[in-house]
């Protein structure tokens, strides 16, 4: 820690947390801290929160305090997630360290749009710790059974437009999608996430995010880059119909009634599973109310899939915009594997886990 970070937490709480002692001065008790040894000890250096003044030692070559001076002695790779208020981090001095950071071979930890110590708000909060962990967990990763695979996946809802203010969607958050990718990410994979309409954020270097709006949108997306894909994973909720006319001005209420024509939206799973080649693998999502079985069955066959995720609003704390989810895998072939209800994290694995398994009994 820097003598500044002790202003904020003491070095108490993280040596109570962390069961290990906090280094803070180049000696204590007249022992000499020995930053070379810790530097050159580490695997990994995270450096979290990076304020404007040690990104400036760092840039700068500087050892002023025991953080730097361990900076730079270290020979193993360095994860930085910037902090600083909005125009600190805007500044151009500030900037051209990063830069100069970076071209060291440092990565940098993008930083989050919110609220700041100074009250104001925009640019320069330090990345949430989950969203460190993502990385330092993606560094770590021992486990690259998807290295070099192309794999693409969409998750979140999709809005059709009713007119310039309303639309037809659904409840999708896009949670288990994006554990997808993660989990995808985190085994070597380079993942295309196409990603409908969600407050949700994602900041991972081994993930390509495209946003979209609309069904047509998604299927646009997923056309262009499907080619290209390994493995494909159909998440998002996309909706089933659109308005047949879309509105210029806003509709105003006039009648007590109000009809609008609807028109099938183009089937994204199924026209993709059309023309699959026998080197791709394609997996399907079921949200299903009744009949669940039988539904995802149906879908299985007709969307040319090789297997489908089923999960039930009939089972608590499963389906849309909760942190859980409880899921039954089929697949083509006809094995069942019910899971318990689990975080969408843990979904995620065992859900990507069984897409390892499938690709290591076709080789």
Not at 302 to 329: C, P, R
Request: glycine share 6%; charged share 20%; hydrophobic share 40%.
């Amino acid at each position: 820690m820097t003598e500044s970070a002790t202003k904020f937490i003491s070095p108490l709480t993280l040596s109570t947390l962390s069961g290990k002692p906090v280094i803070i001065d180049w000696e204590k008790s007249g022992t000499w801290t020995n930053h070379v040894e810790a530097g050159l000890w580490a695997d990994l250096m995270v450096i979290a929160p990076c304020t404007a003044n040690t990104l400036a030692g760092m840039a700068g070559g500087f050892g002023h305090n025991l953080l730097l001076g361990c900076y730079l002695s270290a020979k193993c790779p360095v994860i930085i997630a910037p902090a600083m208020d909005l125009d600190m981090w805007r500044h151009p001095a500030v900037k051209n360290n990063l830069r100069l950071v970076q071209s060291y071979g440092n990565q940098i930890i993008p930083v989050g749009n919110g609220f700041l110590a100074s009250g104001l708000e925009g640019d320069g909060r330090m990345a949430e710790p989950e969203e460190i962990l993502d990385n330092i967990h993606h560094f770590f990763a021992k486990n690259l059974d998807l290295k070099n695979k192309n794999v693409l996946i969409t998750a979140g809802p999709t809005f059709e437009a009713i007119d310039p203010v309303r639309f037809i969607g659904n409840h999708s958050s896009g949670k288990m999608g994006i554990e997808l990718a993660k989990s995808c990410a985190n085994r070597g994979a380079n993942v295309t996430l196409i990603l409908g309409p969600t407050s949700l954020t994602l900041e991972n270097p081994s993930i390509k995010v495209e946003r979209i709006q609309s069904a047509q949108e998604m299927y646009d997306a997923v056309n262009q880059c499907f080619e290209q894909s390994d493995i494909a994973i159909f998440a998002a909720a996309v909706a089933d119909y659109r308005p047949a006319t879309v509105s210029q001005i806003k509709i105003k209420k006039k009648d007590d009634d109000l009809s609008i024509p609807l028109v099938k939206t183009i089937d994204i799973a199924a026209t993709i599973g059309a023309k699959k080649s026998d080197k791709q693998i394609l997996v399907g999502f079921a949200l299903e109310t009744n009949d669940e079985i039988i539904n995802a069955n149906s879908k299985l066959h007709k969307k040319n899939l090789d297997f489908i995720v089923l999960n039930s609003l009939a089972d608590q704390g499963a389906g849309f915009k909760h942190d859980t989810n409880k899921v039954t895998i089929i697949d083509s072939e006809g094995t069942k594997i019910d899971f318990p209800l689990k975080s969408k994290k843990d979904v995620a694995t065992d859900i990507i886990d069984y897409l390892v398994s499938k690709i290591k009994m076709d080789v």
